[in-house]
């Protein structure tokens, strides 16, 4: 590549000549909007700096070889070092008395154009912006607007050297200042700081832009927390791309940033769900039922409507928490019920249908065995098998006509949660309530007395109806409240068995 040409300029030019091509073709080739254009701009700029800087020294190693003889034959020199630096002192003087007879800045700015002292001028100030402190910091915001320090089109005379470092201390406390905002949660300011930044000229630079791209990655990785929409217009904006290989940093520290951006983002999310008023979607009522708190009847008429999607959404929520980010259980608003799985249907059906079906089976046997003298009912009905076959599909019958009841009536007393669960919040055990989950008294309850009826009518007429009723009635209730148990083994194997149950043997399981 030839930098001369993509200058426009001839091989002798100055140092000089070179900074003013450059700042003018800076303008046709932003490092935001072509950034191959730009890279290809200032290697061709600082190869020229460096043929010009080679001529210079080339130039003033000639001089000096010309002039030694001269210098040390002659003591002129020692004589005139007094002079030169009283001269200095006085022409630093002189520009104190300018400025503490101006007004501002501007005006003696002014002064000292009309007295040929710009230059003295610029480097007294840029000598006082050394320390950064309010005085300098105002002094050097003054000479970036009006004298365009910092930036291409600066003067030759002052020290390149103390403007780089004062622009990476400017740099440090813009950066500083973006991330105080962030913290306070000022993100559309942050932005708009930042895109200031960008377009600043004395960011121009391919150095004090990397500066810049490092410092915004700094900015994010010590504030606790920023939004996920802001992580992604800051990669707009500094045109961050991980497709087209245009990171800012390492990648091991971008994916550490991507994973906070995503954990941002999951965290927004949640609280946004659990700000609605009703949750629609399985993802919504997961959260609901693992986050947000809520009294037993409330969860309890939620879970109620769940469906196997939900508890999946319910699964991929707990393994969210507390694999990926277990972060979040820790965010303000969130309340996690680690126990949420006290929620999910028991598995009792089966059981319970076997065991009301031998009870009916039970009662009708020994009615038989009452009404009619063994010898001749086994002559009549076959014998002892005959009877028993026929009280078994008699019983069977019923027992199959009151599980699709007793369906029935599940479906209808969850209009009743809300005066169920206090309910048996009174009359049950906690191990069976099981804090709303478990057994209640309407749902299961009114169910199990209508099925101890129905033994009573069938039991012999030799025991009283309404002890055949109470102990019908109690066995009924102990055994639902025992398979309802998360402490049931058939509980625990019929958890195993649909894979909702994970036994973590570092401590007992609840269940």
Known sequence: MNPWKLLGLDADADTRSIKRRYAQLLKQHRPDEDAEAFQRLREAYEQALEHAAAQ????????????????????????????????????????????????????ALQQAREQGLEADLQRHLLTRCTNLDEEGLNILRWGMQRLHW?????????????????????????????????????????????????ASDWLQAFDRRRQLHDGMVWMLEVTEHWSAALFERLCRLFGWNEDSGE???????????????????????????????????????????????????????????????????????????????????????????????????????????????????????????????????????GGYLGLAF???????????????????????????????????????????RDRGAGMLVLRHGTPAAFFAMIVAAFAPSLISGWATFGAALLLEVLFLGLVGSRRSPWLRWSMWRNGAFKVDYSKKAEW
């Open 56 to 107: 210079d020294r080339l130039r003033d190693a000639g001089a000096e070889q010309w002039q030694a003889p001269v210098e040390t034959a002659s003591p002129v020199v020692q004589q005139e070092s007094p002079a030169v630096a009283a001269a200095e002192q006085s022409q630093q003087l002189r520009i104190e008395q300018l400025l503490q007879a101006s007004a501002s800045l501007d005006a």
């Open 150 to 198: 910092l930036s291409p089109w600066q003067a030759d005379y002052l020290p390149s050297a103390h403007l780089d470092a004062l622009a990476a201390r400017l740099l440090t406390l813009e950066l500083e200042s973006l991330q105080r905002q962030l913290q306070a949660g000022e993100e559309r300011a942050v932005l708009d700081a930042a895109a200031a930044l960008l």
């Open 247 to 381: 990171l800012p940093c390492s990648v091991d520290r971008w994916n550490w940033l991507c994973w906070r951006c995503e954990r941002q983002a999951a965290g927004q999310r949640l609280l946004r769900q659990l700000e609605l008023d009703w949750p629609l979607r399985a993802e919504e009522r997961a959260a609901w039922l693992l986050l947000k708190p809520m009294q037993e009847q409330e969860a309890r008429i939620l879970a109620d409507h769940f469906d196997d999607e939900d508890w999946q959404a319910c699964q991929g929520l707990d393994e969210l928490l507390t694999e990926r980010y277990p972060e979040l259980a820790e965010l303000p608003g969130l309340q996690v019920d680690e126990d949420w799985r006290r929620w999910q249907p028991r598995q009792w059906t089966v059981p319970a249908t076997v065991y009301a079906w031998l009870l009916l089976l039970a009662a009708m046997l020994a009615t038989s065995l009452q009404e009619a003298q063994l010898s001749v009912y086994l002559e009549l009905s």
């Open 390 to 432: 026929k009280d078994l599909l008699i019983s069977a019958v019923v027992v199959a006509w009151m599980v699709m009841l007793a369906r029935g009536w599940g479906r209808l007393a969850r209009y009743l949660t809300r005066l169920d669960v206090p309910l048996s919040r009174l009359l049950l055990p906690a191990a069976w």
